[in-house]
C-alpha cells in the first residue's frame, strides 16, 4: 500500500480482514464493502475446517489470518456427494373429508338433469292386514324442451270395503302447453310466456326435501348406472309417545356422488298396539333413465281439448 497507509487485517490496523482476500474457501459468502474482524473471521474458518474433515484429503498450502501461506493442511481431494439421508416414514395418509349426508331438495335435483323418469311408490296397512293403500307416482322429465309427464294412481281396499278405490291421472306440460286428465276427459290450458315465468318462478321458492336424520355412511355403490353414496338412518323415538312395539325400522338412500341428487330411496316402517293391530309403512324412490334419450308429446286427448272452442 503506499501513502504510509496500513495494510487492513497487519498488527496495529483494528484487527480487521478483507473477506474477499482472506477467505478464498469461502465462495459462497457474498462479497463485503466492509471488513470482518478477526475473531469472526476464524470461527468461519474452524466451521468449514469442522465441515470438511472425514472427507478425502489432500496437503494443501495453509492461508493464515492474512492471506498468506502459513504452513499446510488438508483439504478435501475431490468434492464429495452427500450421504442419502436417513430413511423417513412415509408422509400420514390425510383424512378424507366427510361426505355431506344431506341431499339436494328435489326439485333442484331434478332440475340439475337434463332428463330423467323418477318413480315413488308409498304403501300403508293397519291396523289389519286388509285395510292398505298405495300411492304411485311416475315422472318423466326433458328440462332442456321445456317438458314433463306426471302419472298419478292411489288405491285403496279396507276390511269394510274389498272393493279397490282406484284414481288415475296425467299431466302434461310443453312449453307452454299444459294439460291434465284421463281416458276421455281432458283439460288443456295455453300460457303466455310472462305466465310461465311467473308460475316456474313460484315453484321454485318450494321443494321437497328427503332426510335421514342421524345417517351413517355405508360406502359408494352403482346405483341405476350412477355412482353413489349409500347412507343408513333408523327414526328415533319411534313408538315412545304411543308405547307401540316396533318391528321394523330402517331407512337408507343413496346420493349421487356428483351431483348430490336423490338417486334412490327405501324406508319401511312397522309397529303393532297389539297382535291383531300391526301398522306398516314402506316408501320407495328410484330415479333412472338419467340423461337419456326421451320423447315427451301431448297426447291424443290434450289435442283434442285443445282444438275444442
Known sequence: ????????????????????????????????????????????????????????????????????????????????????????????????????????????????????????VNKTSGPTLLDQSETRMEMTGDNPNEALMVYNRSSSISEDNLEPDISEN??????LESCDGFGEEWNYESSTPAEKELRDAMSALFDMLVLGPGAEYVGTENVNGVDSHHFSFQLAGLGASSGAAVTANQGDYWLAVDGRYLVRYQLLLEFSDSPEETYRMEMNMDLSQINQPVTIALPAGCLAARSTP
Request: proline content about 16%; charged content about 10%; glycine content about 10%.
Open 1 to 120: 500500500m503506499g501513502g504510509g497507509g496500513r495494510v487492513q487485517g497487519q498488527p496495529g490496523s483494528d484487527n480487521l480482514i478483507s473477506p474477499s482476500v482472506a477467505l478464498p474457501f469461502l465462495p459462497f459468502l457474498p462479497a463485503l464493502n466492509t471488513p470482518l474482524p478477526r475473531a469472526i473471521h476464524s470461527e468461519l474458518h474452524e466451521l468449514v475446517q469442522t465441515l470438511i474433515a472425514g472427507s478425502p484429503q489432500r496437503s494443501s498450502p495453509k492461508l493464515g489470518w492474512d492471506g498468506k501461506p502459513n504452513g499446510y493442511e488438508n483439504r478435501p481431494a475431490v468434492a464429495q456427494p452427500c450421504h442419502a439421508a436417513a430413511t423417513q416414514a412415509p408422509p400420514p395418509t390425510p383424512t378424507p373429508l366427510p361426505i355431506d349426508p344431506e341431499p339436494l331438495g328435489m326439485r333442484q335435483g331434478l332440475a340439475s338433469l337434463n332428463t330423467f323418469q323418477l318413480v315413488m
Open 170 to 175: 296425467y299431466q302434461y306440460t310443453v312449453g
